[in-house]
């Protein structure tokens, strides 16, 4: 299987703006963002989706939750965000590299409007 577009990123193959990076992961603000701030938190290690986690991830993936704490801390947005983790080509994945989602800037209310 090829490396996904986020491999790449981390790999430096293309470049991109770290907003944070450490031994296990790195974050990077999303090229379509959807709310005023949208930054994704990827691990280094290609986990292609949650679901094909492993019980040795357990400590990565509560790093990636603290990341994200930071990382919306940087951005502004600390008091309110959301994170989102899409699981599937049914919910709209499309890449197949285990991300977070940091969103926020936005009222729940203007959010649930889309
Ligand atoms: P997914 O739908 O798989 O959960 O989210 C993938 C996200 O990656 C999308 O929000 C998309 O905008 C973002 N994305 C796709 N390609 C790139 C890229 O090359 N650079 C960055 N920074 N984000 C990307």
Do not use: W
């Not at 963002?33 to 290609?46: D, N, S, T, Y």
Request: hydrophobic share 45%.
């Amino acid at each position: 299987m090829s490396a996904s577009i986020f491999s790449r990123i981390i790999d430096g193959e293309i470049p991109s703006d770290f907003i944070y990076e450490d031994e296990h992961c790195i974050a990077i603000h999303d090229i379509n963002p959807q709310a005023p701030v949208h930054a994704l938190v990827i691990p280094r290690k290609p986990i292609r989706m949650l679901v094909d986690a492993q019980p040795e991830d357990q400590a990565l993936l509560g790093h990636l939750m603290l990341v994200a704490n930071k990382v919306a801390l940087e951005l502004g947005v600390g008091e309110g965000f959301r994170l989102v983790v899409n699981n599937g080509e049914s919910v709209g994945m499309t890449i197949y590299h285990l991300h977070l989602h940091i969103m926020g800037g936005r009222t729940y209310a203007e959010q649930s409007m889309g």
